[in-house]
């Protein structure tokens, strides 16, 4: 059974989606995502161009073989646009291996660990009040862990914080180029215990809290916030600091206990190795689309189990539908699995492209039984949605200093 088609298509239900297709010389087909938010061509390029060719009539079976000659034989090793690009082969080469065994891909990596795979929900508002109404109407739904953001006052708009606007943040006004945001860690600084504080006495003790700190934060900075928000016991701290530095992390261990968190944007092992052997995090939020696929997150993924550190797998929606497949068969294995970001199944438009039967119940997602990922794409449907040009913001300090977004 060789590789005999590969497909790239792009499509827009509210954001744009990188889907490649595998098909082999008996028909049988495997979906990948590839998607990197803002840089969606440069993936389908590098794909068209440089990956597909060198893969038709190759053994779909050797997952690991092409996983290495993709990494290993490229010569320019690593980067997003390249692991967004392996990373789609291997989850459409891990699809067919399932479809072929008869197997869910959960199945094909040890079995379960686990009944069901526990999710955290966003809770947002523009008020501290409102981010808790929305968070209360998760706990209603079953939720038992909620990541609280809530606007800064004085800034124009604060990540994670979208109001009514019914596009996410790129296709906001619909200008295909970057939006600008402000930041202000002073006044973030005034808001931040509060939020907390009021949340711990709404929702009491039982829920388990989270907070993205979207990388706004100096090491000093984050180890003074992971001490003042030591008394509301957070499940973990996200992206306090950037650690492309991974020293950094050091400095803000050393000073608190709060659980911190990382690895949304890492494309590979060696962008958190040090991080995990020196036990600077607990959890580790690396996405199979960024960080090469279903193989590469199960190598971390082992690799962080000898240091108690839990795999918690990135989950915006700027991540396809068929990366949440590979994260939820990668999750209901992982003997360390923490838990799972969740944001919903998407808009309606979404939902006519990509159709999956994994299922949510009380705040826990269940798992597809398919053969494979249990995932399928509505090619024809996707003519309809177009890519579109966008890209995430540019965030800048208050003087104007460009700035982590
Ligand atoms: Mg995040």
Redesign the pocket.
Same mark, same amino acid.
């Given at each position: 059974m060789v590789i005999d088609k590969i497909e790239v298509f792009v499509s827009c239900p509210g954001r744009n989606f990188v889907t490649v297709k595998v098909t082999t010389s008996d028909g049988t087909y495997g979906l990948g995502d590839a998607t990197v938010n803002g840089r969606e061509m440069a993936v389908v390029s590098y794909l068209e161009e440089h990956v597909v060719p060198c893969l038709i009539g190759r053994d779909a079976h050797a997952i690991e073989d092409i996983w290495q000659y993709l990494y290993k034989g490229v010569y320019w090793r690593k980067g997003p646009i390249n692991m967004a690009a392996v990373a789609s082969i291997d989850m459409a080469l891990w699809d067919i291996k399932g479809k072929v065994a008869g197997l869910p891909v959960y199945q094909l990596l040890g079995g379960k660990s686990r009944n069901a795979v526990t999710l955290y929900a966003h809770a947002n508002g523009k008020s501290i009040e409102q981010t808790l109404d929305n968070a209360a109407q998760h706990v209603n739904n079953g939720f038992k862990a909620i990541r609280l953001q809530s606007a800064v006052p004085g800034l124009k708009v604060t990540y994670g914080v979208l109001g009514d606007k019914k596009d996410y943040y790129e296709q906001q006004g619909n200008r295909p180029l970057p939006p600008e945001e402000d930041w202000s860690t002073p006044k973030y600084f005034a808001m931040i215990e509060e939020l907390f504080i009021a949340a711990r006495k709404r929702l009491g003790n039982d829920i388990h809290l989270l907070h *993205?700190v &979207?990388s706004r934060l100096t090491p000093i900075e984050s180890a003074k916030l992971g001490k003042l928000l030591e008394p509301y016991n957070l499940m973990f701290l !996200? *992206?306090a600091s950037m650690a492309e530095n991974q020293e950094n992390y050091k400095l803000i261990r050393h000073h608190t206990t709060t659980p911190l968190a990382i690895g !949304?944007t890492y494309n590979t092992i060696w962008d958190c190795k040090d991080l995990i052997q020196n036990q600077l995090i607990d959890f580790i939020?690396v996405a199979a689309t960024h960080a090469g696929g279903i193989t590469a997150l199960r190598r971390i993924t082992d690799f962080a189990s000898i240091y108690n550190v839990k795999l918690a797998p &990135?989950g915006?929606p700027d991540l396809s539908p068929v990366c949440m497949a590979a994260h939820m068969h990668l999750n209901i294995w992982a003997p360390n699995f923490g838990i799972q970001e969740f944001v919903g199944f998407g808009n309606d438009e979404l939902k006519q492209l990509f159709k999956h039967d994994y299922k949510v119940v009380d705040g826990m997602a269940h798992v597809s039984e398919a053969p494979g990922l249990g995932i399928e794409f509505d090619e024809e449907a996707a003519k309809a949605f177009p890519y579109k040009r966008s890209y995430l913001p540019v965030c800048r300090l208050e003087d104007g200093t460009v700035w982590n977004w």
């Open positions: *993205d &979207h !996200e *992206d !949304e939020r &990135h915006a």
